[in-house]
């Protein structure tokens, strides 16, 4: 258990349409980033959110976007959606500031299918 | 791109040691290498991460060369339940991420098959 928490865990959404993902991260941690992972491949990063700011961003279209909250959960929001979109879509959290190289951890997931 | 090769892909017999190994021949100073693994279906667990030093925990250890371009981490007694895809990731640290750390660049890792 990473502490780190993803809803819903599977998800199934028709072409076109919209959907939002939700992460809740480790206590103590400021810091939260967005994996996709398509079948057969590594995580490609998405973007990061640090203190509500994004942080970094990855090669992704603008119709994915993010939020992070005061209490330092997550959203990533994925417009007019594509067959490609389908894919394990993962969170990570760590902890941002003077310790700069520190490990994150990932929560298990959401399964989107895109029909 | 990632920045590190590995093998596609390795066996190791259940109680023996595995040793995973990973190049990364343009890491660059201040970069750290970091170990992480999936589990089919899971989110990657982090396991080790080190910058020129050898280091160990409970999981594993963490073996860099001192020209610091490959290192091996060594699962000491292999069990069935480490079957999964391992990612040597070098971090890459953004000086525009301020505080925060850069994100990670995964490549397809390596898959290690632990046989009884």
């Known amino acids: 258990e990473t502490g780190v928490t993803q809803s819903p865990t599977h998800l199934i959404k028709t072409r076109g349409q919209q959907v939002t993902l939700r992460c809740s991260s480790q206590s103590g941690h400021n810091t939260v980033s967005w994996y996709q992972q398509a079948l057969g491949q590594g995580p490609q990063f998405i973007f990061q959110?640090?203190?509500?700011?994004?942080?970094g961003r990855g090669n992704f279209p603008p119709r994915f976007s993010g939020l992070q909250f005061p209490n330092y959960s997550s959203e990533l929001n994925v417009n007019a959606l594509e067959l490609d979109d389908s894919a394990l879509y993962l969170c990570a959290s760590s902890l941002g500031g003077s310790r700069v190289n520190t490990e994150a951890f990932f929560g298990q997931g959401t399964r989107l299918t895109v029909v | 791109d990632a920045k590190t090769t590995q093998p596609p892909s390795m066996d190791c017999a259940e109680g023996r040691a595995a040793n995973l190994p990973c190049n990364h021949s343009t890491i660059s100073g201040n970069e750290y290498v970091y170990w992480y693994r999936q589990i089919h279906s899971q989110g990657p667990q982090y396991i080790i991460h080190g910058l020129k030093n050898n280091e160990t925990n409970e999981m594993a250890s963490l073996i860099i060369t001192e020209d610091r371009k490959s290192s091996t981490l060594i699962l000491p007694h292999a069990t069935l339940r480490d079957t999964a895809v391992y990612y040597c990731i070098v971090r890459n640290t953004h000086p525009n991420y301020g505080g925060s750390q850069g994100n990670l660049i995964f490549g397809k890792g390596t898959k290690l098959s632990v046989k009884p």
């Open positions: 959110y640090y203190r509500e700011e994004e942080n």
